[in-house]
């Protein structure tokens, strides 16, 4: 029978791809480890003011969300748009009720 010469170029084209998913994988997974023993050292040592540790910590915390969601939640992929509407739809109504809480308890 006639084989299908073009799938060996197709497998290895998901090959190739599947290699670089893997790696950017690994590589945003090492990075969140880095930043959460960065995070454990600062507030361990307790060098820094504390003024100058929160908004640290909370940069920290905020890229490794980026992380989580970009590259184990795979919100970077096409067919993700309901669940990115409802993620971000969800972090809008979070920051929107701490603005407010803010606003009264300071103002």
Do not use: C, R
């Not at 170029?9 to 998901?14: G, L, N, T």
């Not at 929160?54 to 096409?78: C, D, N, R, S, T």
Request: hydrophobic share 55%; charged share 15%.
């Amino acid at each position: 029978m006639t084989e299908n010469t073009g799938s060996n170029k197709i497998d290895s084209f998901h090959k190739k791809k599947n290699k670089e998913e893997m790696q950017k994988q690994l590589i945003s997974f090492a990075l969140m480890i880095v930043f959460t023993i960065l995070a454990f050292v600062v507030v361990a040592t307790g060098m820094m003011d504390k003024m100058l540790v929160i908004p640290i910590l909370l940069i920290l915390a905020i890229v490794q969300v980026a992380f989580q969601f970009y590259y184990f939640m795979h919100m970077k992929h096409e067919g993700h748009e309901m669940a990115s509407a409802m993620i971000y739809g969800g972090i809008w109504a979070a920051i929107l009720a701490v603005a407010g809480l803010s606003t009264i308890v300071w103002w």
